[in-house]
């Protein structure tokens, strides 16, 4: 049988309206009818919010399939809850890279880890890793790839903004090049942890 | 193997002959045809259909107050809608992941291909926009929705005739002159080409349904008529090398020569003589 993976992404209502994180019943949607009149493009607007969280859950869900060894656990779900506590901008590389580190902490058979990078390219096309909330917002083109660790495999790739060919594979090589420090990163945290006990 | 008991057996019988079940080669799209302004109700229309997965497009244009922080922009609001009637794995009630997925990815590739320059829509600079209702529904679900949708978009962008509005000084109303009507400015092309990743290494272009659900991983590549990349969507499944990455580009490149040829024909045969 298949395994089903749910992920849920919360985010917190950055307005600080309250502790009460966005569920179901959408209090931060509702809260921004009330401040609007009900005509269509608000409606809309904040039904694409939605809907931009749910194109990101199944990015990061299809990637975690992609790697975990799902056949050695049928009939079981694996519920991956990511709570975002502070976006400095790279948001989907750092939910990919929590979404792998947990699922190695709980020890998920995979067949490889996985890690998110963030390329901006501005508009003079000089290249920037990891970029911040503002060099994002100022970027003509935000490349977020996610690769895997036996072959730097390309398992994921989100872009927004236009860029050519030539750019997309030198942001990916210098993404496979960053990907070589996450996962010493990884490997460092892990022997850290289990050599204190 | 029978095709029913072990469906992925009988595909890869033909994959190894370089072909797939229906006749197509690897890199064969199937039959595209597009007919534009069908629907006299919409502002803009077109209907394509690949194979066998239709998509229509209908597009509404509608007045609205401009953003605050962009006082002389207007709007592009688009919808993929994927009933119960055009395949049975969905049901009624609110969007599916899958609709969600598909608006999104559609919204995404207005925004970055810039297809339209949102102040081009302003009528009135803080007062009053145009705002463009897109609204996509799948009439028969078989495989490679994005494509479709993507394609029906552009032809119904580039059917759309907005009437010339005036603001009247005395009174502050909108005053619509229906008789003078004009084209938008459509100012790219992008055209969506994608992939099913078939046992993490054999890539095949315009999936079927039932090749979508066979599939180890899919890729969409939204490219406009300058080789530029608005979009590289893909959402986990098997990894690709740089060198595999490469062939799709090249693949996406023809099909969009492919599009522009059938969009540029359809476009002329609907210009008054």
Redesign the interface.
Known sequence: MEEEMHTDAKIRAETGTGSSPRGPGCSLRHFACEQNLL???DG??SF?Q???E??RE?????????VVLGTLHPRTSITVVLQVVSDAGSLLACCLNAACMALVDAGVPMRALFCGVTCALDSDGTLMLDPTSKQEKEARAV?TF???SV?R?????????????AE??QC??AAQAASQHVFRFYRESLQRRYSKS | SCRTVEPLEYYRRFLKENCRPDGRELGEFRTTTVNVGSISTADGSALVKLGNTTVICGVKA?F??PPTDAPDTG?V?P?VDLPPLCSSRFRSGPPG?EA??A???I??VI????IIQKEDLCISPGKLVW?L?CDLICLDYDGNILDACTFALLAALKNVQLPEVTINEETALAEVNLKKKSYLNVRTHPVATSFAVFDDTLLIVDPTGEEEHLA??TLTIVM?EE????????????????AK??DC?SRAVTRHKEVKKLMDEVINSMKPK
């Open positions: 005509s269509r493009p809309s607007a694409l939605g809907v931009a749910k194109s199944r990015l990061i869900r299809n990637t975690c399939e992609a490349l996610a690769l895997d072959e495999k390309l398992l994921m790739s989100s872009t927004k903004g236009l860029y050519s060919d997309l594979q990916l090589a | 509608e609205a107050a709007y609001v919808n992941e969600q997925v608006s999104q990815f919204a995404d925004e970055n291909s810039q705002v209702y180890t991983g406009d080789g530029k990349l608005c979009c590289l969507h893909k959402p986990g499944g098997s990894g690709l090398t740089g990455l490469q580009m």
